[in-house]
C-alpha cells in the first residue's frame, strides 16, 4: 500500500506559542514554520500518523502533547498485528500507557502539573485498511459521496462543554479511545486536525474546500481558520492512497 502524508502545524492569529504536534514515526513535528511537510510512504508494515492538542499551558502544553506524538507513533509498536480489525486493544493500551507516561512526568515536574492532550490517529496497514481512533476533540474527516463525514467522537459534556476523556490532565482514569475502521482513500483522502481548524471554521466550508482537492488543500483549511477568528492553534494532517506504476512511481 502506498500512501503520501501531509502536514501542517501554525499557532494561529492570537497565541504566540503553539502546544500542538504532530506524530509520525516517533517524531513530533512542531513549531511555528508555516510550511507543508509532505512525504510518500509505502506502507509495509504497520504506520501510526497522529495529531495532538495539548492543554495545560505554555510549557505543560508542549510537553504533553510532544510526549504523546513520539509514544504513539513508535516504530514496530503494531507489527505483531495483522489488520486494523485486530489493532484496537493495541490501542487501548497503547493510549493507556502514554496516559500515564504524561501523569508520571507531570507528577515529577512541578511546572508540568496537570498537563496534557487530545488526539485524533490513523494506523494504516499493508493491505489497505486503517484504524481511525480519537481521545478528546481532536477530529479525522472523510469525504464521502460528496459530503464531509466526521470519523471521530468528540469527547465532551452535552451540558458544559468540557472534555470528557483526555490523555494525561492528572487523571488517573482508563480511558476509552473511540474506534472507526475504514480504507484508506484516494485524494482528497483523510484529515486530521485539532480543533483549531473546527471551532473557527464551518464545516460546509471544510466540506466545499475538501471536495474541490486543491493541491494546496492544507494550507487554505488553515487561512479558513485563521479568517474565522483563528484563537487556537491550527494542525492539519492528510492521508491518501496511491496507486503504483510498473516502474514503481507513485500517482494519486
Known amino acids: 500500500m502506498a500512501v503520501q502524508v501531509s502536514g501542517l502545524t501554525h499557532h494561529g492569529a ?9 506524530g509520525w514515526l516517533g517524531w513530533s513535528l512542531r513549531g511555528m514554520s508555516p510550511a507543508v511537510w509532505e512525504t ?3 506502507v509495509t508494515a504497520p504506520v501510526t500518523l497522529v495529531v495532538c492538542d495539548g492543554m495545560g499551558g505554555h510549557a505543560a502544553g508542549e510537553e504533553a502533547s510532544r510526549l504523546a506524538c513520539e509514544m504513539l ?7 505483531h498485528v495483522a489488520d486494523a480489525q485486530s489493532a484496537r486493544e493495541a490501542v487501548r493500551v497503547l493510549v493507556q500507557r502514554t496516559s500515564d507516561s504524561i501523569n508520571d512526568l507531570s507528577d515529577r515536574q512541578p511546572y508540568l502539573r496537570g498537563m496534557g492532550c487530545t488526539v485524533a490517529g490513523v494506523v494504516m496497514f499493508p493491505d489497505g485498511s486503517a484504524l481511525v481512533f480519537n481521545v478528546g476533540d481532536s477530529r479525522v474527516y472523510c ?3 460528496g459530503y464531509l463525514g466526521q470519523l471521530t467522537v468528540d469527547h465532551r459534556s452535552a451540558d458544559t462543554n468540557a472534555l470528557t476523556q ?3 490532565g492528572g487523571r488517573r482514569v482508563v480511558l476509552e479511545p473511540a474506534f472507526f475502521e475504514c480504507r484508506i482513500p484516494g485524494k482528497p483522502g483523510l484529515l486530521l486536525c485539532t480543533d483549531g481548524l473546527d471551532d473557527y471554521a464551518d464545516e460546509l466550508d471544510i ?3 475538501m471536495a474541490g482537492d486543491s493541491n494546496n488543500i492544507l494550507c487554505e483549511l488553515r487561512d479558513l481558520a485563521l479568517s474565522g477568528g483563528g484563537g487556537d492553534n491550527i494542525t492539519l494532517a492528510r492521508i491518501t492512497a496511491h496507486k503504483r506504476t510498473a516502474n514503481g512511481e507513485m500517482h494519486g
Open 14 to 22: 492570537v497565541r504566540t506559542n503553539n502546544e500542538d504536534g504532530i
Open 40 to 42: 510518500d510512504v509505502l
Open 73 to 79: 507513533t513508535t516504530p514496530g509498536y503494531f507489527d
Open 143 to 145: 469525504m464521502d459521496g
Open 166 to 168: 483526555a490523555l494525561g
Open 207 to 209: 466540506e466545499r474546500l
